[in-house]
Structure formats: structure tokens, C-alpha cells
């Protein structure tokens, strides 16, 4: 198509001259002469001598590193046990509950709760000594209608053995039913009648 257009416009497509030719300003890489490879005893005045040369200072691996800090923090536990157990007079605390094996501890109770309740519920397990005040930890913060953790001290051991194993049955079951109750739909006649 180009060929029938006016020279005038023919000249705008001409094509550009070519770019010259310039010799390289140096010589080519394989074009240049290379000294060849010398040894290294030119070099040895630079070197110090291994005599002056001072041990190498070891340095402990990661392995031996945790290691020491290991040691270092048991001895540092068996310290601080040592002052404290030197310290420690079981008969001055004025907070201890007594006997540990007849005091149960009760977490998530109302504040709402009262001692008359609680008493009605534990005094089926056996005769109760006392109720220590509350427990309050510094982690929990202590609002109005959060929970509380309240210890009861039972006259026999025995008696809070017992208390547990009931316990701990009655949450058992109590969650099983929950359970069965939120699978109800899928649960065989037979199933409902046993559990509900």
C-alpha cells in the first residue's frame, strides 16, 4: 500500500540510517594476555606467625547454653524454696482452712449464694465445722453478679470423699443429659424413654 503513496509522503517511512561501526576502546577478554595463577608464598611475610597467635576462645554450643540455664534456674528455685520453707510456720497463717483432706472447695457460686444455702446443700454429706470467708484471688476480678470461690470444711474425711465422688457423678450426668437433649432428634425411641 505504501509504494503508491507521493514521495513526500513516501519519505516519512523511509527507513533510518544505520548505526556505525566504532572499534572497541579495549581489547576483548580473550583478546587480552593474563598473567597466569602464582603460588601464594609471595603473600606469607603478610601472614602472622603461628606462634604468636593467641588460642582460639570457645565458645558454649546452644546446647550446652540451655543446659547452664537450666542449672542456673533449678538452682535459683532450690534457693528460694530453702528460704521459704526456713521461713514458713504452717501454725501462724491466719487464712488456713485446717485439715486439707476435709476442705472442699466450691468454685462458681453467686454472690447471691447464702451460707444457709450452701450449709442445706452440703450438710447431707456430713457435719460441717466451718465456712471460711470467700476466696478472692488478685487474677479474678470480684463484680456484682460474677462468681466466687467458697470452701467448706467437713467434720470427716471420709464424709468429703463421698461429697466428690456424688458430685462429680451428678455433673457427669448432668452434662450427658444436656447432651442427649441437644441430640434428642436423632436418638432412637428406646434412647428417649430410658433418658427423659
Known amino acids: 500500500m505504501t509504494q ?15 548505526i556505525p561501526f566504532l572499534p572497541p576502546v579495549d581489547k576483548l577478554p580473550h583478546e587480552k594476555k593474563n598473567r597466569g595463577y602464582t603460588g601464594v608464598g609471595d603473600f606469607l611475610s603478610f601472614f602472622e606467625d603461628p606462634k604468636d597467635t593467641p588460642p582460639p576462645t570457645r565458645v558454649e554450643t546452644r546446647e550446652e547454653r540451655l543446659e547452664r540455664r537450666r542449672r542456673e534456674k533449678a538452682e535459683q528455685v532450690a534457693y528460694k524454696l530453702e528460704q521459704e520453707i526456713a521461713v514458713w510456720d504452717p501454725h501462724g497463717i ?55 470461690v467458697r470452701s467448706v470444711m467437713i467434720w470427716n474425711s471420709m464424709s468429703i470423699r463421698n461429697c466428690i465422688y456424688v458430685l462429680s457423678i451428678h455433673v457427669h450426668l448432668t452434662i450427658q443429659k444436656a447432651i442427649l437433649k441437644l441430640h434428642s432428634a436423632y436418638l432412637p425411641r428406646l434412647t428417649k424413654r430410658l433418658f427423659f
Open 94 to 148: 491466719a487464712t488456713a482452712t485446717g485439715d486439707p483432706f476435709k476442705t472442699l472447695f466450691v468454685a462458681r457460686i453467686n454472690y447471691d449464694t447464702s451460707e444457709s444455702k450452701l450449709r442445706r446443700e452440703f450438710e447431707v454429706y456430713g457435719a460441717i465445722k466451718k465456712f471460711p470467708p470467700p476466696l478472692c484471688f488478685s487474677s479474678l476480678r470480684c463484680e456484682e453478679g460474677s462468681w466466687e
Open 4 to 18: 503508491f503513496l507521493p514521495p513526500n509522503l513516501l519519505a516519512l517511512f523511509a527507513p533510518r540510517d544505520p
